[in-house]
Every structure is written in structure tokens, then in C-alpha cells.
């Protein structure tokens, strides 16, 4: 297979992590003899330091154009007081998810038998945890009418959703769940939101073409709750913007570290992936940022276009990484291993998991990948 794919590295750790998700990619193409072409481009912070921007039309016509998206992380805080709210960085990533049509964010939460322990949550607690969020990311208060008046001193953010919006993503993840535990949970604020009333309707009325499933609800107060008491409890969350933004950062402490998680975002014709983690400017070029989020959603990249015993190696390869140590001081305070020694551990793995030496304190790599 032979895939296009645009890489925006984009601020702060990005271009570090998405390097290594680059590697493992390459990997794959050499094992399983396909081509992957990369294409960088610029967005965020970086974007508007050199033309002006946060998502350039140089770049809009890559993404439009290409098989797929790899995606780093935006952000700067220096942008956080620019009175132009069209220059901050993360403009980039939501004019970029509008303009390609994305709607569904879809984020895995599942630990790592071996990283259980580090999760600030018991081990009875997450051990066997295995659930997707489902967040819509194109309405909502997020892209809804924003107003500020002339003093400054009053403000609001209207939160609108239509029935087509919700009823794309609640055919997305009402079929993903008969492949899996056959269970969604929608979360909302029905109890006070008209939207949140709307979307309940719309997804009840789905949920009659899909009798095999059980539709539960949870206002978003009882669901944030349960996500940390009882995580083994869900299937797919199906969710609006804002709420899907929260709960899923939430939920990542049951993995124990941010940076393990991986995502995507679907559309009718684009498809984006992106590890859920923010651009961390305090790391950036120090190499210590964990790549397995990256590395996970370039993973996922491979499942979207239907390389499933390849996206199956990466996995392994992650796997065995985190069996042997070789990670980053988040995931071991003592660790020897920082960004590029992880990803080309687990590059390297695809590649020939049998020409690998390993011992306790420090990796040796019989092949290497150039990127």
C-alpha cells in the first residue's frame, strides 16, 4: 500500500515525538513492503512565527490532499495574552478539524498490565479497564457564536448542536461498540441543557436500529465520577465537545501517564491522528517526552486503512518496551532511556525483533532507521 501522509509536527515536544512515530511507520513499510511518503508542513505557534497564521493555506492544501494526518501538538504560552484570538496556536488545530470536516475524536483508554502500579488509582480498580471515548469535535461551544462586550466585562460562548452532527458520530459509535462490549453510554447534562436534552433524543431514536446494544446515560458529573471508581464499567462513552475534552484527560490516569494516549479524528474523507498530550514546552528538545502516545497513533493510523497485522507489530513493540523498561522518566524516574532512544527501540523492534540486544542499562540496535 502506498499512503500520503501530511506530518505537522507542530510546537513545543511535537516535532520530537512525531519523529519517532515517523520511525515506526518506516518500520512497518520495510517489513511489510509498503511506501509511506511524508510531507511536513506548519501550524500553531511556530506556524505564525513565519507566516503570520496559525494554520497556513500551504498547509490546508497539503491535508486536503493527502491519505492521512500525523499530527503533533500546537501551543505556546506566549500566545495565551494575544488580545487576536485568530493568532493563538490552537486556531490552527480547530480551523484545520473544520475545514476537513472531522467530527468524531476517538481516544482508546486501556493500561498497560505492566504500568499498572503507576496509575494513582488502585490496581483492583483498572486492572481489565478497556473503554473508547467517542467526543464530537465540530460544534459545541468550542465553534458556536462567541461574544465579548465593548468593557470586557461579560462574556458567553453559545453551545449548538444540530441532529446531523450528532447522528454521524452516534452511527460511529454504536457499530464500534457491536465489535466490542455491545454497550454505549451517552454523557450529558440533560438535566439542565436543552442541547444535552437534544442529543439524548437523537441517540435514543439510533439506538433503536441497533437492538444488539445497550444504551445507558450519565449526566457528566456522574460520569467524571465514575470513570475513576469503577473504569471496568464501560464500552464506548459517547459524548459532546467540551464534556469528551475533559473526561478523556481525565481518564488518563488510569494508564498513568498522558503520554500513552493515542487518538484519532474522523471525518467523511480526512483522517487525523495525534497523541492526546499537549506540546509540554518545558521538555522540548530535552528528549524526554514519552513518544508511545505518537507512536500508538500511528498505530491507529495503520487500523484506519485496514493494516491490521501491521498496526498488531507496533503494538507488540510498544509492549515489549514497556516490559523491558525502555521508557521515559515519566513512566521510570530512573530511566537511562529518553524520546529517540525509546522510539528507536521500538523501530528497531518491527524491524528485526530477533537482531536487538538488551540489557538492564542500556539498549544495543543491530539496525538502525533513518527518517
Given at each position: ?198 442529543w439524548r433524543k437523537v441517540v435514543t431514536e439510533i439506538a433503536e436500529g441497533y437492538p444488539d446494544v445497550t444504551l445507558e446515560f450519565l449526566l457528566v458529573d456522574n460520569a467524571a ?40 479524528s474522523l471525518g467523511n474523507s480526512s483522517a487525523l491522528f495525534e497523541p492526546i498530550h499537549g506540546s509540554y514546552p518545558e521538555a522540548k528538545r530535552k528528549n524526554i517526552a514519552n ?69 538492564s542499562d542500556n539498549v544495543y540496535i543491530g539496525q538502525s532507521t533513518i527518517v
Amino acid at each position: 500500500m502506498n499512503l500520503k501522509i501530511a506530518v505537522l509536527s507542530g510546537d513545543g515536544i511535537g516535532p520530537e515525538v512525531i519523529l519517532q512515530a515517523k520511525k515506526a511507520l518506516y518500520a512497518v513499510g520495510v517489513v511489510f513492503d509498503h511506501e509511506f511518503v511524508f510531507e511536513d508542513a506548519l501550524i500553531g505557534a511556530i506556524a505564525v512565527e513565519k507566516t503570520g497564521t496559525p494554520l497556513p493555506e500551504q498547509t490546508l492544501n497539503l491535508c486536503l490532499n493527502t491519505d492521512a494526518i500525523l499530527f503533533g501538538a500546537v501551543d505556546d504560552s506566549k500566545y495565551d495574552a494575544v488580545s487576536d484570538s485568530k493568532l493563538r496556536p490552537i486556531q490552527g488545530l480547530l480551523k484545520l478539524r473544520q475545514a476537513l470536516g472531522l467530527y468524531a475524536n476517538i481516544r482508546p483508554i486501556k493500561p498497560y498490565n505492566d504500568l499498572l502500579d503507576l496509575s494513582p488509582l488502585k490496581r483492583k480498580i483498572i486492572e481489565g479497564a478497556d473503554f473508547i471515548i467517542f467526543r464530537e469535535i465540530s460544534g459545541g461551544s468550542y465553534f458556536s457564536e462567541k461574544k465579548t462586550n465593548e468593557q470586557g466585562t461579560l462574556a458567553s460562548d453559545l453551545c449548538e448542536y444540530s441532529e446531523e452532527e450528532i447522528i454521524r458520530i452516534s452511527h460511529l459509535a454504536f457499530r464500534t461498540a457491536q465489535k466490542r462490549k455491545k454497550k454505549v453510554t451517552l454523557v450529558d447534562k440533560a438535566s439542565i441543557l436543552e442541547t444535552s436534552r437534544l442529543w439524548r433524543k437523537v441517540v435514543t431514536e439510533i439506538a433503536e436500529g441497533y437492538p444488539d446494544v445497550t444504551l445507558e446515560f450519565l449526566l457528566v458529573d456522574n460520569a467524571a465520577m465514575q470513570i475513576i471508581i469503577n473504569p471496568k464499567q464501560f464500552d464506548v462513552i459517547l459524548t459532546e465537545n467540551l464534556f469528551g475534552d475533559i473526561l478523556s484527560d481525565e481518564a488518563s490516569v488510569i494508564t498513568g501517564s498522558i503520554g500513552l494516549l493515542p487518538s484519532a479524528s474522523l471525518g467523511n474523507s480526512s483522517a487525523l491522528f495525534e497523541p492526546i498530550h499537549g506540546s509540554y514546552p518545558e521538555a522540548k528538545r530535552k528528549n524526554i517526552a514519552n513518544p508511545i502516545a505518537s507512536i500508538v497513533s500511528a498505530a491507529m493510523l495503520l487500523e484506519h486503512f485496514g493494516l491490521h497485522i501491521e498496526s498488531q507489530k507496533v503494538y507488540e513493540a510498544v509492549h515489549k518496551a514497556i516490559e523491558l523498561n525502555v521508557v521515559t522518566a515519566d513512566l521510570n524516574p530512573y530511566s537511562k532511556f529518553g524520546t529517540n532512544e525509546v522510539g528507536d527501540f521500538i523501530s528497531n523492534y518491527i524491524l528485526s525483533k530477533d537482531d536487538l540486544y538488551f540489557k538492564s542499562d542500556n539498549v544495543y540496535i543491530g539496525q538502525s532507521t533513518i527518517v
